[in-house]
């Protein structure tokens, strides 16, 4: 069984404030865990404490049932892809897959079986006698998770696999890595990436650690769950931004009145009244909240749930289009139809459902929200 659990796991270096700060996770055997977060948020150093390319500063690690803590790299049960491959370049594709194992002195015919069993679930059997030089990108990070694969080890570590391809390939490779991760019944993932495409689509489950201005909680969990509850269920302002695309817009508002329905907010500047179907308890009249509605939920059209702007920008992408709008209380991004008729310089009405709304506090701390069912399409 290989599970994954971490307990108080810290990192610093030197007298810098740590950059992984008291990560408590249990990832479950046959996971696939997305490790999310802006660049410099501690990802990768999480990720290579779990392969044993780094130590602990604090906290305990367990692989199944063994604590490794303080157990070698090689002695760990885990393989790891690097965004840079890193391939041996004198050796041909066979030899690259097959080094690991031959370090282990694993049978000739073993080997032999290993390898060209990878290769051909990586679609690399024309490949096997050429030199890394003579490949493109794609095919050399699929020799790299072909070296991986190999070892049959109950963890899988990826660090950004696909940042080097292009977005073709990329969507292509992502694909892929889904499917193996079906055919190891038994293999867990740790998955690390920036980008929240790679993490909604991949992801069993996704960790979104802190980063920026807010030194208190950089490297921290921001928050651990399901794709899809990080994206209905923020529990800050900060995860809230960070998922979905484009990203949630967000409003300065006051709020004005407390009911069981949710909370009645004043919008900035604009003075339009809100109702958002949210947790109202403990908030006070003259409040300053953050009133945020994803562009996808926004509505065109006028009524008492609606605020007024004007198109700055229209996008056109094919299949829809996102009408960028500014209003006092900030510039808004609402998803319309492909053939919708505003242009820039309109104004406009934006109808803001109150199911669809959520709220934050002065910290950033999310309301929670009253309506429990799913947002109407
Ligand atoms: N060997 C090191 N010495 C000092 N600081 C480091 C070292 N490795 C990483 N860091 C710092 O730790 C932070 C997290 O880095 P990293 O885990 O690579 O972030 P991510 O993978 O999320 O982009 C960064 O601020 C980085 O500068
Ligand atoms: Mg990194």
Do not use: W
């Not at 004198?90 to 002195?105: Q, R």
């Not at 963890?155 to 892929?176: G, I, M, Y």
């Not at 065109?300 to 094919?318: H, K, M």
């Amino acid at each position: 069984m290989a599970t994954i659990q971490l307990s108080g796991v810290s990192k610093r270096y030197g007298d810098h404030p740590p950059v992984v700060r008291s990560v408590d996770l249990d990832i479950g055997h046959h996971e696939f865990c997305v490790f999310l977060g802006p660049s410099g948020c501690g990802k990768s150093t999480l990720l290579r404490m779990i392969a044993g390319l780094e130590e602990l500063s604090e906290g305990e690690l367990r692989i199944g049932s063994r604590v490794v803590t303080d157990v070698p790299a090689a002695q760990r049960g885990v393989a790891m892809v690097f965004q840079s491959y890193a391939l041996f370049p004198h050796m041909t594709v066979f030899e690259n897959i097959a080094f690991g194992l031959k370090i282990a002195k694993l049978p000739k015919a073993e080997i032999e079986r290993r390898v060209r069993d990878a290769a051909s679930s990586l679609q690399l059997e024309a490949l096997l006698d050429r030199h890394p030089k003579a490949l493109s990108g794609g095919q050399r990070q699929r020799v790299a998770i072909g070296r991986a694969i190999v070892r049959e080890p109950g963890v899988f570590l990826f660090d950004e696999p696909l940042s080097n391809l292009d977005a073709a390939l990329r969507s292509h490779t992502r694909v892929e890595i889904a499917r193996l991760h079906q055919r190891f019944a038994d293999a867990s993932v740790v998955y690390v990436t920036h980008d929240q495409v790679e993490a909604m689509t991949l992801a069993d489950r996704i960790v979104l650690l802190h980063a920026g201005a807010d030194m208190e909680r950089h490297g921290s969990v921001a928050q651990s769950g399901a794709p899809l509850d990080l994206y209905h269920h923020p529990k800050s302002r900060f995860v809230a931004g960070f998922i979905g695309s484009p990203r949630m817009n967000f409003m300065d508002a006051t709020v004005d009145a407390v009911d069981e329905d949710g909370v009645r907010v004043t919008l900035a500047q604009g003075g339009e009244s809100i109702l958002a179907c949210v947790e109202g308890r403990g908030l006070q009249r003259g409040q300053p909240v953050t009133l945020g509605v994803r562009p996808e939920h926004l509505r065109l059209g006028g009524d008492d749930q609606s605020i007024a702007c004007a198109t700055v920008l229209a996008e056109r992408l094919g299949e829809h289009s996102y009408l960028h709008a500014d209003h006092a209380a900030g510039t808004l991004v609402a998803k319309a139809p492909a053939d919708s008729p505003i242009g820039v310089g309109e104004r406009l009405r934006v109808h803001v459902p109150p199911q669809a709304c959520h709220l934050f506090d002065a910290e950033g701390v999310a309301r929670r929200r009253l309506a429990l069912a799913p947002v109407p399409a």
